[in-house]
């Protein structure tokens, strides 16, 4: 078999370069029980030292520096059942073999690598980890594309460099973006044409978290959280110096990327208060960087003008590991230039937006005993970020806006109650012909979650109670169509809450989540009263506008089949207060209903007015997996959204068109290859000024190839996007009307970690 010859040549370098060190280690292929194949990214740890690694992508793991004497190593990865060996260590080296992971079906737990404890919270049924092979396999430059596969998740698109993801028929301000559960810190969730402030090749894990555990993030989660974690976690250690790097191009624009990845660790021995040693890395150090460049994007019809994009990203971190605590500091500088397609509703040429983000964050984890508390987390970020927006061919800057943002979170974590607390502070400000005024927000937050386990039954409980004050500045006012009498400090008090129900049987799981939800209204909402040329549109906002309420309900089921999964979830979102825009009276007839701005080939913008109207959003959502062999695994996922304008009777804006998607992956040991068909159904339940978008089907293809040697990795990803180039036309894209979506596309990645 070739794999193990692989793997006796492999530990016999190991042995080979033991005998030269005179160093103790612990070697081992860990490998699925199934299909026998490698399995990267699992987490091998020995208890009592409180070191450990993760498995490279072609399975193989090594803890070296290790004293002699009784050692508990465990082995867990998401999906699979934990794998735990008691080892004697009397020799320079200890070789596990091959260590086969059986498929988990009933829990998934996930375990991060390092001496201090992590406590995970149940999740519900319907959350999605994407991480390892799956998010290499699937990776795109933005969030939104990356995770277009993923069940429940659509796309909103205006261009390439802008893509928003679309949770259940939320967007915007409806669902929290976070990196380590913090916010990002940007302007994405204010209007369509600002890009989510991150690469997605600097990052290696993606969750989408639903239920209780969500308001550990915030309030405004009805849509739920997604939460990005960097190419290596706070509590990775590494115990020699770590290279990792990614190179690829893409066909559709001409495209070209590159991300390197360096760990530098320093050892120095840690001591418990035994004084026995602990670990003998003591400081690590990281730099990173990234490049991206892109011209203009083809479609099967022609080009889409002005939508070439460049981003660059430097950072570096400092992390300091102690017996009982660990202490990170980071710095991170990105710069994004991209640029939007033109519009005959708005400039001709199109719009060039750059975006400067500074980020400077600290994280501090200590483990404890107080009060049934095991781990204390304190985080600190200071954010500043710049955004400046010029007509094409133009070196003035029509629109610049930009915000400092200090935010600091306090976390204690037990086995059944999770307390925290949360301070932000926010100074927005704007200039050019934007004229939302320059405003102040300071919000404080609690929140807290308890969970209860009883057989095979788990309850949970949470809540968050939010206090926002918004201070605008009202020496704009001139500048201003607005009431000047309602430009105005607001408070808002949010309470939140939300309770989950989990049960598992020996071949069926449950979960049942409700949440009552609470959104304030964000600055535009408040107090826009200008253009926007970006969105074709001269935005109005209300002032008085109170707080966006949800109640929701969702339900789970999952039962497994043989060797399958079929999986089935619904959901029900009512909202009294849903915030809108929507069009001024008759928008045809001049006056009251449109305003003479802009260089588009009409001249003028229609006027849109947020209100606060009845609504609910409600679907389904099913996925089933069935293996076929140990060489061929079928995937296949459903969803449905369904809005409604209550208040109006007729159905919502930008909601998601049925989808359904069919994947066949094909296992050959070294060798992953999938076809992947989509079926994306006709949207003619139309909201306020959306037109009718025509279906259709797409076929994708994705194949990996993984080379390995005793100290480097290699990893080829071949992926080729629209087979057959098909015409077709997304339903949440805002430029549907001037160019159907992306051609064929070939894009390769090759990957390097040694």
Not at 223 to 245: C, K, Y
Request: a negative charge; hydrophobic letters at 35%; glycine letters at 8%.
């Amino acid at each position: 078999m070739k794999f193990r010859k692989v793997y006796r040549a492999t530990s016999f370098l190991f042995l080979f370069g033991t005998l030269l060190s005179n160093q103790s280690f612990i070697t081992g292929i860990v490998v699925d029980n199934e299909k026998q194949i490698p399995i990267h990214g699992a987490n091998v740890y020995l208890e009592k030292l409180g070191i450990g690694t993760t498995s490279q992508v072609d399975g193989q793991f090594k803890i070296d520096q290790i004293p002699y004497g009784e050692v508990s190593v465990k082995i867990t990865m998401i999906g699979f059942k934990d794998v735990k060996k008691s080892l004697l260590i009397e020799k320079n080296s200890y070789d596990l073999g091959i260590v086969s992971l059986a498929k988990d079906t009933i829990t998934i737990k996930e375990i991060i690598v390092d001496a201090h404890h992590e406590i995970k919270p149940q999740e519900l049924l319907s959350n999605i980890s994407v991480s390892g092979s799956r998010l290499q396999e699937n990776l795109k430059s933005t969030l939104a594309m990356t995770l277009e596969q993923e069940t429940g998740v659509s796309i909103q698109t205006m261009g390439q460099a802008v893509a928003k993801p679309v949770l259940r028929g939320y967007t915007g301000d409806r669902f929290l973006l976070t990196e380590n559960g913090i916010t990002t810190g940007d302007l994405s969730n204010t209007a369509i044409d600002h890009a989510i402030s991150f690469d997605m090749a600097s990052f290696n894990n993606v969750r989408i978290i639903r239920g209780p555990e969500a308001l550990l993030y915030g309030c405004n989660t009805i849509g739920g959280v997604i939460d990005v974690s960097r190419q290596s976690s706070l509590d990775l250690r590494f115990e020699n110096v770590s290279v990792s790097s990614v190179i690829g191009s893409k066909s559709s624009n001409n495209g070209t990327f590159g991300n390197i990845t360096v760990h530098l660790p320093i050892k120095g021995a840690i001591f418990d208060n035994d004084y026995q040693l602990k670990s003998t890395v003591k400081h690590q150090f990281k730099f990173s960087l990234l490049s991206r460049n892109a011209d203009n994007q083809n479609t099967p019809i022609g080009v889409l003008d002005n939508t070439g994009l460049s981003n660059n990203e430097l950072g570096t971190s400092y992390t300091f590991f102690g017996s009982s605590h660990r202490t990170t500091m980071s710095y991170e500088q990105l710069k994004m230039d991209y640029g939007l397609p033109g519009s005959p509703e708005g400039h001709i040429d199109g719009v060039n937006l750059k975006m400067d983000k500074h980020s400077q964050k600290l994280n501090h984890h200590r483990d404890i005993s107080f009060l049934g508390f095991q781990t204390f987390d304190l985080d600190q970020r200071l954010i500043n970020y710049n955004h400046s927006e010029y007509v094409a061919g133009s070196n003035f800057a029509s629109v610049s806006m930009g915000q400092n943002l200090f935010s600091l979170q306090g976390k204690l974590v037990g086995d059944q109650l999770t307390l925290g607390s949360s301070f932000q502070y926010r100074d927005f400000r704007a200039g050019g012909f934007y004229w939302t005024p320059d405003t102040e927000e300071i919000r404080v937050s609690l929140f807290g979650l308890f969970q209860k386990n009883i057989n095979k039954t788990t309850l949970q409980l949470s809540s968050r109670i939010e206090h926002l004050s918004v201070v605008p500045e009202t020496s704009f006012l001139f500048m201003s169509n607005l009431d000047e009498s309602k430009i105005r400090k607001r408070d808002f008090t949010i309470f939140t809450g939300s309770a989950g129900l989990f049960r598992t049987w020996d071949n069926l799981d449950i979960s049942l989540a409700t949440m009552i939800a609470g959104r304030a209204p964000d600055l535009d909402e408040l107090y826009s009263d200008g253009p926007h040329l970006g969105t074709y549109s001269y935005e109005i906002g209300q002032p008085d506008l109170d707080l966006e309420r949800t109640i929701g309900i969702e339900g789970s089921v999952d039962y497994s089949i043989i060797k399958g999964q079929i999986k089935l979830t619904g959901y029900y979102n009512y909202s009294p207060n849903y915030h809108i825009s929507t069009a001024l009276g008759n928008r045809y007839e001049p006056g009251a209903d449109w305003i003479e701005w802009g260089s588009g080939s009409s001249g003028w913008l229609y006027k849109y007015q947020m209100k606060g109207l009845e609504a609910q959003i409600y679907g389904w959502e099913s996925d089933i997996m069935l293996p076929i062999n140990k060489t061929i695994n079928l995937v296949g996922s459903a969803s449905v959204v369904r809005g409604k304008n209550l208040s109006q009777d007729r159905d919502l804006e930008y909601m998601p068109p049925d989808k359904i998607q069919l994947l066949t992956e094909f296992n050959f040991k070294a060798l992953d290859v999938g076809l992947n068909m989509k079926k994306v159904f006709p949207q003619i339940r139309l909201g306020e000024f959306e037109s009718k978008t025509e279906g259709f089907s797409l076929l994708d293809f994705h194949a990996s190839y993984t080379m390995y040697s005793s100290k480097m990795t290699h990893k080829l990803i071949v992926q080729l996007d629209n087979v057959f180039n098909e015409v077709y036309y997304n339903h949440l894209s805002r430029i549907k009307s001037i160019m159907p979506e992306e051609e064929r596309c070939l894009s390769i990645q090759y990957r390097l970690i040694f």
